[in-house]
């Protein structure tokens, strides 16, 4: 069963598994340690937005330091006009020049800190939409595979094929860059399957007794068999090693095998 991050409703929880779904913002999220959520992105997004305004009025309040020199340096001109009055032109300009050029300095240190910061909140932001997108296309891939790859190949199918995904619009497709052309996930996994049924291909439990698993000896399938499949005859002595022993010795390898003997060997 593949449980969806996010649930509308607390009523949609499957039945047991209550503990692991806690509210958040009027949504029922599952609980995984590390996950990023699309709720948890958004929330970034918003951090993001709020650090764009600080450093645009950080960049206004560094304008702002400019026109005070130009202001000082006019009322230096005006006050130095005073000579008579015993004023010190160029002490006066330089304290001027000291303090609104402090000022600036002051202003353009806190405009570049805000930037690495707006900088790195993006870049996070980025990192949990990539991760939240990665998600969401491998639960796509899960969905469209239940019924059309076998059970010990889905997992093999999935990281063979997961990259060849993108997000459109919200909505999961095949990259077209990368497979050649964009198509629904369900269009995909039932062309890929297509390609290479002896692997992928849900195998018929009929056939009597020795149905299920050992019809996958007996129908073709066997991945030790032939030229043999490495990636599916490990992925079969992970996922079942009595269906792999029984597959090994159907095709007559033994642990000596040039090309199998590893796994075989493994499967005790």
Known sequence: MTLKMILDNETDIPTGLEAEYAERDGK???QVDGAKSQVDVDKLK??????RVITSQLRKDGGKAAELQVELDNKNSIIATFKDGGFDEDKLNQMADERAAGKIQIAQMEKEHAEKAQSDTAARLEAMQQEANAGKIRDAIREAMKTDVRDTAQSIFLQLNERKCT????IVLTNAEVYGSTISVAEFVKSEVAK???NFKP?????GAGGGKKGTVQSGDNPFKGKGNLTIAAALA???PEA???AAKAAGLNAYDPRFGAIIKSLG
């Open 238 to 240: 992970k996922s079942d």
């Open 167 to 170: 997000i459109v619009d919200g």
């Open 244 to 246: 792999a022993k029984a």
């Open 28 to 30: 029922w999220e599952l």
């Open 196 to 198: 290479d049924p002896d």
């Open 203 to 207: 195998i018929s439990s009929g056939g």
């Open 46 to 51: 918003k951090a993001l937005d709020a650090e």
